[in-house]
């Protein structure tokens, strides 16, 4: 299986801050790559598809990069309605039929 | 205005059964994948089951293969997962979600998520 791992597990900054997270796969997954935001006691909303793709309706602070293994998600200018949990999520067909796996998650907070 | 409302779950006894349901609305249900994703108090998203448009295809995660079916009824736009011989580590919040994206290869992503709903297995 492929493993996925995100760094930082949590971070805080400050209002107009750029943050980065980067989502490291074990083995290649081409673009195969997926950012989610999910506030507290919220459920998971799509923001970046297939590595760099921006959501309809996701505010442009919000981006994404990357392919192969490495892969960094930003958010250019830090909002107070960003405080949420960030997952990667990649899909992996191998060694065994279709499966998804989530990265372990980043937690962003308001410095 | 795409939808997706869990029901469902509940309180249940270690090795017990339950039945969740996810009723789909606002698109054409019969043309999407739809899964199944948990997520254990305080922890992260944990991928369970997928299940293709007309049902031909089946995945599930290793952790619930051989307890947990998944199943849909297109003409209900409605997906399920059916729960039996439950454990402590099964309690998480459910949520199902559409997949979209391009069938058959590595670019899908899940659009929208349900509110999702709670199941706790204690005794």
């Known amino acids: 299986d492929i493993q996925m791992t995100q760094s930082p597990s949590s971070l805080s900054a400050s209002v107009g801050d750029r943050v980065t997270i980067t989502c490291q796969a074990s083995?290649?997954?081409?673009?195969?790559l997926n950012w989610y935001q999910q506030k507290p006691g919220k459920a998971p909303k799509l923001l970046i598809y297939?590595?760099?793709n921006l959501e309809t309706g996701v505010p442009s602070r919000f981006s994404g990069s990357g392919s192969g293994t490495d892969f960094t998600f930003t958010i250019s200018s830090l909002q107070p309605e960003d405080i949420a949990t960030y997952y990667c999520q990649q899909y992996d067909n191998l060694p065994t039929p279709t499966h998804f796996a989530f990265g372990p998650g980043t937690k962003v907070d308001i410095k | 205005e795409v939808q997706l409302v869990e029901s469902g779950g509940g309180l249940v006894k270690p090795g017990g059964s339950l039945r969740l349901s996810c009723a789909a609305s606002?698109?054409?249900?019969?043309?999407?994948?739809m899964n199944w994703v948990r997520q254990a108090p305080g922890k992260g998203l944990e991928w369970v089951s997928s299940i293709s448009s007309s049902s031909s295809y089946i995945y599930y995660a290793d952790s619930v293969k051989g307890r947990f079916t998944i199943s849909r009824d297109n003409a209900k736009n409605s997906l399920y997962l059916q729960m039996n011989s439950l454990r402590a580590e099964d309690t998480a919040v459910y949520y199902c979600?559409?997949?979209?994206?391009?069938?058959?290869?590595?670019?899908?992503?899940?659009?929208?998520w349900g509110q999702g709903t709670l199941v706790t297995v204690s005794s």
């Open positions: 083995q290649d997954i081409s673009n195969y």
């Open positions: 297939d590595a760099s």
């Open positions: 979600a559409r997949l979209r994206g391009v069938a058959g290869t590595g670019h899908n992503w899940f659009d929208p």
């Open positions: 606002g698109f054409t249900f019969s043309s999407y994948s």
